[in-house]
């Protein structure tokens, strides 16, 4: 992909407060007792080294999860993985001042989104899967012996995971506070959460209004001839159309799922486009991708 310029997703392996914009959120679907364990699981991988964690665990063992729910798991993980590539293509197609670090703009915005565009039952279950995948890829790259690329430009996955918990919950902290103790939030972090997310919808959300106010239109462009009975494509595409129902940006973005070589996803400036690989889907639903 290095012809291309990516903004890719991962190094490794891939009132006021809480302001809604009159959207009509979405719904979706998934057990969230399972999802609690899935987290369970994968927080034993990532947090051992964190000392103040307070790692949540099943009174009841571990609970069946269905090929279903693993499915529904693995898409809400992807589709936060394609708002934070919505970012970038913002960030470049708006020409938005970013005073950080880009990723971390990026993962800002993917928040921001799951936040805003999703009824809450339907966020929390996308936000616990996108910090679920990046418990993963941390406990992955932990496995692999290498110490974490400090010297990249993402912040290192436990980090990543962290700012989905704390923004998140800060949206709305009396309703979210079992999530973060499920997700080990700490008392310090959360503290600041509020403010965090205030800034962060504060940051994005003027820039986001141009956009809702812009309209619906077809800015969002669906490449077509795609498997659309592949569920990952089929979940994209339903998101391409959502989105085009409630937004316009000031130039057309293409989007597509396909196979990259690799785990990861790309926001392309020179074409304007965001690539969704099939393998990180398929590292999303299996821990694995069949094409590595
Ligand atoms: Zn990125």
């Known amino acids: 992909m290095g012809s291309i310029c990516p903004k890719c997703c991962s190094t490794s392996i891939i009132g006021r407060f809480y302001r809604f914009r009159g959207l009509e959120r979405r719904r979706g679907t998934v057990n969230r007792a399972v999802m609690r364990y899935i987290f369970a699981l994968l927080l034993s991988l990532l947090l051992a080294p964190v000392a103040t964690a307070q790692v949540w665990s099943s009174p009841d063992g571990p609970a069946e999860v269905t090929d279903d729910?693993?499915?529904?798991?693995?898409?809400?993980?992807?589709?936060?993985?394609?708002?934070?590539?919505?970012?970038h293509a913002?960030?470049?197609?708006?020409?938005?001042?970013?005073l950080?670090?880009?990723?971390?703009?990026?993962?800002?915005?993917?928040?921001?989104?799951?936040?805003?565009?999703?009824?809450?039952?339907?966020?929390e279950k996308k936000v616990r899967a996108a910090a679920g995948f990046?418990?993963?890829?941390?406990?992955?790259w932990a496995g692999s012996g290498e110490a974490p690329d400090y010297g990249g430009v993402h912040s290192p996955d436990e980090r990543r995971y962290y700012t989905y918990v704390c923004l998140y919950y800060g949206a709305d902290p009396e309703a979210r506070q079992s999530l973060a103790a499920d997700l080990s939030l700490s008392e310090d972090r959360a503290e600041s959460c509020p403010d965090e997310y205030q800034l962060a919808n504060?940051?994005?959300?003027?820039?986001?209004?141009?956009?809702?106010?812009a309209g619906k239109g077809e800015s969002l462009v669906?490449?077509?001839?795609?498997?659309?009975?592949?569920?990952f494509v089929a979940m994209m595409k339903?998101?391409?159309?959502?989105?085009n129902s409630i937004l316009t940006l000031p130039k057309p973005l293409t989007v597509q799922v396909t196979s990259c070589g690799e785990a990861n996803a790309y926001y392309s400036p020179s074409d304007v486009s965001v690539t969704?690989?099939?393998e990180l889907a398929d590292w999303m639903l299996n821990g694995e991708s069949a094409d590595m």
């Open 222 to 231: 669906w490449v077509e001839g795609q498997d659309e009975d592949d569920p």
């Open 202 to 213: 504060d940051s994005w959300g003027p820039y986001l209004d141009e956009l809702y106010e």
């Open 238 to 243: 339903d998101e391409v159309d959502y989105l």
């Open 276 to 278: 969704m690989c099939t």
């Open 90 to 98: 913002l960030i470049d197609i708006m020409e938005l001042p970013v």
């Open 100 to 123: 950080g670090l880009e990723e971390d703009a990026a993962d800002v915005l993917s928040v921001v989104l799951i936040n805003e565009l999703w009824e809450a039952e339907d966020s």
């Open 134 to 140: 990046w418990a993963q890829s941390a406990a992955e």
């Open 69 to 87: 729910e693993q499915l529904a798991n693995a898409q809400d993980a992807f589709l936060a993985v394609f708002y934070h590539e919505m970012g």
